[in-house]
């Protein structure tokens, strides 16, 4: 089972796993947390990570996916938080998105650049990469007896 903690997304990759036949037999649920205090009180992000490193950030990121693999029945929870455009600075680009990935056997994050390509572009290639990550992940789980999607 799988979960999703989504910001610059807005539960677009949940949307992607769901389009999909008898994804219910994998999506255990999604979280949708735009604002800095959707993630502290839905995923338990810390206030002083937020503060100290931003919303777009690995840190950040890592702590959304640990707070939906916490707060769910998952077995593999991804994040996603960035900046999709129009903006950004010089320090934080439009394009950059971190991903987080929690699974029983800890977590990790990535940050990729898509660059100023256009806010729908942006959110395509973060959907893709999200996935990509949990497919990636659940790939190397041990298999358990259970329905196949």
Known sequence: MVATAESCTGGMVGAAITDIAGSSAVFERGFITYTNAAKIQLLGVA??????HGAVSEEVAREMAQGALAHSQADCAVSVTGIAGPGGSDH?????????LAT???VNSVTH?????????????AVAQ????????VRQMPSKPGPQV
């Open 92 to 100: 934080k680009p439009e394009g950059r998105v971190c991903f987080g």
């Open 130 to 137: 999200a996935l990509q990550l949990l497919i990636d992940a």
């Open 47 to 52: 206030e002083t990570t937020l503060t100290a």
């Open 113 to 125: 650049d898509f660059g100023a390509i256009g806010r729908p572009h942006v959110r395509r290639a």
């Open 104 to 106: 029983g056997h800890g």
